[in-house]
């Protein structure tokens, strides 16, 4: 026998190869058609908008996830390579869930921080709203002050802050020059419990102003200044109610011996600034079960040369302008969605223009009519909630025929330099300005960043420098390029002041701290705890004395001047 005969098997001993069926060689590229189909409609679910603003919401919530669907992958592994017994999953199941309970029986979420981080507390311990209403109820009554030192208390003085981030609502006091912390320290001049809410104080004289929830009622509650002294109280039966805390969310603003302010649900009232008397009231929402925002109406009301503006938002209501002494309706313009973000007055390269920093973007509007002006869309957190807060920082410019506006958001969406200018064809006179419409503006970007996302804080700016809550680190960026100069000092989702060169912040934690306008360091130039408990409210500076409060309590201090 041959060699080849040997080692080549015999063609019977091969094994014979199955023929596929028709319907398997069909089936198999339909079926990799169908899973590629499905590979690129999950990427294109994860690249789209709405799911990167989904998970930008998460927010804090992300390392816990995270920690849940790894106990989960650990417990799943566990249960699949060591196989235990199945009356030792059920005991050690068992007993989890019986730890879960006794938890929850033990702990109450009883609010959430500004990173959605849940704020617990024992379930025995009385809730914020019941240690507020225990005080009043033990509070001794009090003789009211004289009406004729309440008309002294109200005189205007030129370190009044009347409303909403102070005079021009941009957050800087340039008259006032704050000392160093050092040898002299803030004075605590009074602090007590106040209504719920997150309203912060506007200040007239020696009168101090906000909006509390006490109880079914709706609060506009006046105080002295200098002694914590409640003076009056008008109220309306109206609640507002959200996980994050209940009550109102609005600064009241003082003009003309009035107080206006706007309602969580959207009630605008005007009272006497003397003794709290109604003088009218305006729904400006048709169905606030509808169309209210999902965190409340947050917007100060606006007065300016007998007229009061408000941004509720919808059809034909993203302006509504009252007659500030009457309350009679003037007119509505535009239709943009509403957002959280309060209606500020600028001028804009001659001519005096409403901002409204609202649900579709920065929008502009003649403020002696309510033309709308131009739109730059910045959409925040997706469709549903668009999350606009943070003022609009208007920039002083050499050249008259340009502006530059500042705008900034949190969830990822960053902060962008607009520059403002009139198109060639606009050749109208400076003085007959208001008759320009939206056609006539050119808006142009001129640097965006990433580097400061202010989700629920406003920013400042001082020479050169911008400085504000990169989603709650105290961050500094040049003026002109947008470049991060420095990122240091973790203060939550507090609030700040311009006061002078020197940033007076509230902090999340309740500490306020002076930090210095600097733009080569972070600079802790003083600090001291307020409050009790977590602290979102602005503050409010007039003249010498700060006045703070947050969702419990209010407090009062002097500040050493140079």
């Not at 507390?121 to 009090?142: G, I, L, M």
């Not at 965190?295 to 302006?319: C, D, Q, R």
């Not at 600090?527 to 503050?539: I, S």
Request: glycine share 8%; aromatic share 8%.
């Amino acid at each position: 026998m041959s060699a080849d005969q040997t080692t080549r098997p015999e063609a019977s001993s091969l094994p014979e190869i199955e023929k596929c069926s028709p319907w398997v060689l069909f089936a198999m590229p339909v079926g990799l058609g169908f899973a590629l189909s499905l590979i690129v409609t999950a990427v294109n679910i994860l690249r789209s908008i709405d799911t990167q603003a989904f998970y930008l919401g998460l927010d804090g919530l992300r390392p816990w996830l995270a920690l849940i669907g790894v106990l989960a992958v650990l417990a799943t592994v566990t249960i699949a390579y060591f196989r235990p017994r199945i009356q030792t999953v059920l005991m050690v199941s068992l007993g989890s869930l019986v730890i879960f309970c006794v938890v929850a029986k033990l702990v109450r979420v009883e609010s959430f921080y500004g990173n959605m981080v849940p704020k617990l507390a024992w379930s025995w311990t009385p809730s914020a709203e019941e240690r507020v209403q225990d005080y009043f109820v033990s509070r001794k009554a009090k003789s009211r002050t004289a009406d004729v030192e309440l008309s002294e208390l109200q005189q205007p003085s030129a370190a009044d802050f009347p409303g909403f981030l102070g005079p021009s609502r941009d957050g800087a006091i340039a008259e006032t020059s704050l000392a160093v912390w050092d040898t002299i320290q803030p004075q605590l001049l009074w602090r007590h419990p106040v209504g719920i809410g997150w309203s912060s104080f506007a200040v007239q004289g020696k009168l101090a102003i906000d909006l509390e929830q006490r109880g079914a009622f709706e609060c506009i509650v006046c105080y002295h200044l200098e002694t914590g002294e409640e003076l009056w109280v008008s109220q309306q039966p109206r609640r507002f109610e959200d996980e994050h805390g209940d009550g109102p969310r609005s600064t009241p603003a003082i003009a003309d011996s009035r107080v206006y302010s706007m309602g969580a649900d959207g009630l605008l009232t005007c009272c006497d600034l003397a003794d709290g008397r109604l003088l009218w009231k305006k729904e400006c929402l048709t169905d606030p079960e509808r169309d209210n925002l999902l965190w409340g109406m947050s917007g100060s009301p606006l007065v300016y040369e007998g007229k009061v503006f408000v941004t509720p938002g919808g059809e034909n209501s993203a302006l509504i302008a009252f007659d500030s002494f009457s309350g009679e309706e003037l007119w509505r313009s535009g239709s943009d969605r509403g957002a959280y973000a309060s209606p500020m007055l600028s001028s804009v390269i001659g001519q005096q223009l409403l901002l409204s920093f609202n649900g579709a973007g920065l929008r502009t509007y003649d403020a002696a009519t309510g033309q709308e002006q131009w739109l730059t869309p910045w959409v925040t957190q997706g469709e549903l909630q668009r999350v606009n807060v943070a003022q609009p920082v208007v920039l002083p410019t050499e050249n008259p025929s340009q502006s530059r506006i500042l705008i900034s958001s949190g969830y990822g969406k960053g902060i962008v330099s607009l520059k403002i200018s009139l198109k060639a064809n606009a050749t109208a006179d400076a003085r007959r300005i208001p008759s320009f419409g939206p056609e006539c503006w050119e808006v142009e970007t001129e640097w965006k960043s990433i580097r400061l996302r202010s989700k629920m804080s406003n920013f400042v700016v001082h020479e050169g420098a911008i400085y504000g809550l990169d989603s709650g680190i105290m961050t500094c960026l040049n003026l002109k390029t947008g470049k991060r100069l420095w990122k240091r000092g973790r203060y939550g989702h507090g609030q700040l002041l311009l006061v002078g060169d020197k940033i007076l912040l509230l902090a999340e934690s309740r500490e306020v701290v002076l930090v210095g306008a600097d733009p080569e360091k972070h600079r802790v130039l003083g600090k001291f705890q307020a409050l009790d408990g977590k602290t979102w409210n602005h503050l409010a500076l007039a003249g010498d004395v700060l006045v703070v409060r947050n969702y419990q309590e209010a407090a009062a201090f002097r500040l050493p001047l140079e």
